[in-house]
């Protein structure tokens, strides 16, 4: 090696031309944090795209909110380990880093892997959703469009490829048009869902109208929900309606005070979310009744809307689950790009993915072949039946993954501060046995759903058993790397 050639993380050669171009520091405020992980969670997306699969799949009909309920808890003690790990570690590649480090590099690369496909994989349904949507606005709103035209496949493949294409583009030009394009969107969907759901509530009690149901406190038991195999799979469709606020922590490069924010911002964001999830669920019930919920499927929020005010409030949710649909495919680029560029500045993944542009100090062409590969999705779920059929499982079981990876972060957590379980009850509590929980109810979630999911859970063995050869190819390719070898690390101080 040329001995002035600049080495990155583990040793890794920077690529030429790119040794001072890094990620913008000091960019993001807590607030900023916390826009991109509550926007990434997406709640208007998220309750168009999986309250009522709840209902049909787990079969937990009024009990829905206690499955939200019951999913939060778990996630929640994960997003501590997140928090923790943070403050040790602010690497942009975030969980898989930590495990890297925590268990062994294999364990964390494989992490890493399942992260990344995980993004790529929404980001083919989340663009599908926005340009139905898009259509379904233009038409209801605009007559613009025939109806013909939202419903053809083709239509809109082209629509979710323009918004595809804007949201790569304004993640490419830098993360603080980003986050500003975040905050525009977090209020108009954060307006709407919880002046609607309020709004909805009122209208129930006070005119009480037809098919229309009264609150009751049971709604939100989880020790009312009976059958594990029922519940697993809620949990496992709860913890997609919760994945997302990790993003805050693979943009802790780019966040000020980067060892605290992006782990505060990903807990502030936990909290308002199950407000927001809770507040919706139990009013939509209360309108709509789980039968029409489930009848109604994707479209749940436009009769929701439709059933509260009129047809107004109908095309005001269409155009807000538009703008979170949009604004998840935007935060979900963010960390596969962050991840992809923190595998290749360790010298573990192709290198193209470390370069970062000298102007925008962003990922730029890691960012591009994330969109390109969620692009190509896009095109064959539109082409070909059967590829349309692969995708729906895998998006269907999502959650699976996202509950794999959180699991192994939880327990990457209490294995890395187990030598500080002397130093106070908040410290076990809150760094062990916490996040050591939450890790092994999220891992047997998991297990439990692939188990009893047969063939439907094929996609997600696939995108694990995938990762075996790609890592043994990386490993070939670059078996003298640091991060090969790098030593295991126990936490013995509070920093």
Not at 475 to 483: K, L, P, V, Y
Request: aromatic share 12%; glycine share 8%.
């Amino acid at each position: 090696m040329d001995e002035s050639e600049v080495l990155g993380p583990f040793g890794a050669p920077v690529p030429e031309g790119e040794e001072a171009a890094q990620l913008r520091a000091d960019e993001l405020s807590l607030f900023d944090a916390t826009a991109v992980a509550v926007s990434s969670v997406a709640p208007a997306y998220t309750l168009a795209s999986t309250v009522a699969s709840i209902l049909v799949i787990a079969g937990v009909g009024l009990r829905s909110p206690a499955v939200l309920i019951l999913s939060f808890i778990p996630v929640l003690l994960v997003a501590h380990a997140y928090f923790h790990l943070n403050r040790y570690d602010p690497n942009c590649g975030a969980s898989y880093s930590w495990l890297s480090q925590i268990f062994h590099p294999t364990i964390g690369w494989l992490n890493g892997w399942i992260q990344i496909w995980t993004s790529v994989l929404f980001c083919v349904s989340a663009p599908l959703l926005a340009g139905s949507y898009t259509l379904e606005f233009a038409h209801t709103a605009l007559g613009l469009v025939s109806r013909s035209t939202v419903n053809s496949a083709s239509a809109v493949a082209v629509a979710a490829t323009f918004w595809l294409i804007l949201v790569t583009a304004i993640c490419v030009y830098g993360i603080r048009w980003t986050t500003n394009a975040q905050w525009v969107m977090v209020i108009i969907e954060y307006v709407v869902v919880i002046g609607f759901s309020v709004g909805g509530i009122i209208k129930v009690a006070l005119h009480h109208p037809l098919h229309s149901q009264s609150f009751s406190w049971s709604w939100l038991n989880p020790l009312a929900l009976h059958g594990w195999s029922a519940v697993a799979q809620g949990l496992a469709l709860g913890v997609f309606f919760f994945w997302g606020w990790d993003t805050a922590l693979n943009l802790n490069e780019e966040s000020k005070d980067a060892s605290r924010t992006p782990g505060r911002a990903a807990l502030l964001s936990m909290w308002l979310l199950l407000l927001v999830f809770v507040l919706n669920v139990v009013a939509a019930q209360m309108l709509l009744g789980p039968r029409a919920i489930a009848g109604h499927g994707e479209n749940m929020l436009f009769f929701f809307g439709q059933q509260f005010a009129g047809s107004w409030a109908s095309y005001v949710m269409v155009f807000a689950v538009l703008t979170s649909t949009v604004a998840t495919t935007q935060t979900t680029l963010l960390p596969a790009a962050r991840i992809t560029y923190s595998m290749a500045r360790d010298g573990v993944f192709p290198k193209l993915f470390a370069a970062i542009h000298g102007r925008y100090r962003t990922p730029a062409l890691g960012t591009l072949v994330v969109a390109i590969a969620s692009l190509t999705g896009i095109t064959l779920t539109t082409l070909s039946s059967s590829s349309a059929n692969v995708f729906n499982n895998l998006i269907s079981n999502m959650g699976v993954l996202v509950a794999l990876y959180y699991g192994m972060t939880g327990l990457a957590c209490a294995w890395a501060f187990r030598r500080m379980w002397r130093r106070g009850v908040r410290v076990v509590a809150m760094m062990i046995l916490g996040p050591l929980l939450g890790g092994l109810v999220l891992l047997y979630v998991a297990y439990q759903v692939m188990v009893s999911g047969g063939m439907s859970a094929l996609p997600d063995v696939l995108v694990i058993v995938t990762g075996i050869p790609a890592m043994v190819w990386a490993w070939s390719r670059s078996r003298t790397a640091a991060f090969w070898h790098q030593p295991r690390i126990a936490h013995t101080r509070i920093d």
